[in-house]
């Protein structure tokens, strides 16, 4: 709880800001806030930050308020101040308050995630504050951006970006949804998240069949001991992607190659999935490759532009290393 003196500060600024005394207001906060900081009263110091820089945005002053919630950020760090829930929701609070188009907001994105990066226990950030970023990036049709955020993010960002995705590629041609899945299936793989790289195959198909119901799209069902799968022989490609999380599961290097080898036709029609499937074979397969070009590299072919090659219908725009073990996420 804030002191009587942080309270008195607090209100008496937040007023300056009612009064449209924007400049002084947001001046005042900062040598307030770096007054608090030389004391080490961080919790002062945060307190003051996070108030005013909610007062500024809510007043339409994004720049002021996207400076103060940078401060804030500085202070978590000069403090050593974990990625505590309290913490978390204060930024997410600010970070819902600027408008998309203000400048700011995406070194505040930045700085926050790369705070929860150095002072937190997950080396790519906070999962909550990705799968937060992400969703928040998802409602603005932003897709480019989105999809880097809920690929680390939590158990619940798998669906957000398959919804995403799914509703990306409704606007293009039929035949183009393997790689608009590709770009959840692969990155995950990458990172070793098996179980999300099935889940968002798992539920584009189930949408792929409900949006078909009609016949427009042939489906087989196929059911074994150990699993049921779906064949669709209008999307080869789609298949491909089934058979190979089936194959990590319980397959081995032959039935790797033997799988791209079946498919070498359609897979020369895609760009830069050969690349990537060299990666997921030396991580999953053991089959070593030459370091050629590297994990980002590839990310960035694949995030790079839209899917089918072709200009998208609409404008809408960390992982680990490539020998790093799968994660047993169950």
């Not at 427009?216 to 999380?245: H, I, M």
Request: net charge negative; with cysteine; aromatic share 8%.
């Amino acid at each position: 709880m804030a002191s009587k003196n942080v309270e008195k500060t607090r209100a008496r600024l937040e007023k300056r800001i009612e009064e449209g005394a924007y400049y002084e207001a947001h001046q005042q906060l900062r040598v307030v806030s770096q007054r608090y900081v030389k004391a080490k009263d961080y919790s002062a110091a945060i307190e003051i930050l996070s108030s005013g820089a909610q007062a500024l945005l809510k007043a339409g002053q994004g720049g002021s308020g996207c400076d103060l919630c940078l401060l804030m950020i500085e202070v978590f760090k000069t403090s050593n101040s974990s990625p505590t829930a309290a913490l978390k929701a204060q930024v997410m609070q600010l970070i819902t308050l600027i408008n998309p188009e203000e400048p700011g907001r995406k070194r505040v994105i930045n700085e926050t995630i790369a705070w929860t990066s150095k002072h937190g226990e997950f080396p790519a950030g906070d999962p909550e504050l990705h799968h937060f970023i992400g969703h928040l990036f998802a409602k603005e049709d932003n897709v480019y951006d989105a999809e880097k955020h809920l690929i680390v993010g939590t158990r619940d960002s798998a669906p957000v970006l398959t919804d995403l995705l799914y509703s990306w590629y409704s606007e293009d041609e039929p035949h183009t949804a393997p790689t608009y899945i590709a770009r959840a299936v692969f990155p995950y793989l990458l990172i070793g998240n098996l179980r999300d790289a099935s889940r968002c195959l798992q539920l584009f198909t189930a949408e792929l069949v409900k949006h078909n119901s009609g016949g427009g799209l042939v489906v087989q069902e196929v059911q074994s001991a150990t699993s049921d799968f779906r064949v669709f022989p209008a999307l080869p490609l789609l298949n491909f992607l089934g058979l190979l999380l089936l194959a990590i599961q319980s397959g081995g290097a032959d039935v790797f190659r033997g799988l791209k080898s079946h498919y070498a036709g359609a897979l020369k029609e895609v760009k830069g999935w050969d690349e990537i499937l060299d990666q997921i074979g030396e991580i999953y397969f053991g089959i070593q490759i030459r370091r050629s070009n590297n994990l980002f590299d590839m990310m960035g072919n694949l995030f790079g532009g839209n899917p089918a090659a072709a200009a998208p219908a609409r404008q809408i725009g960390g992982a680990a290393s490539g020998n790093a073990a799968p994660v047993d996420l169950d």
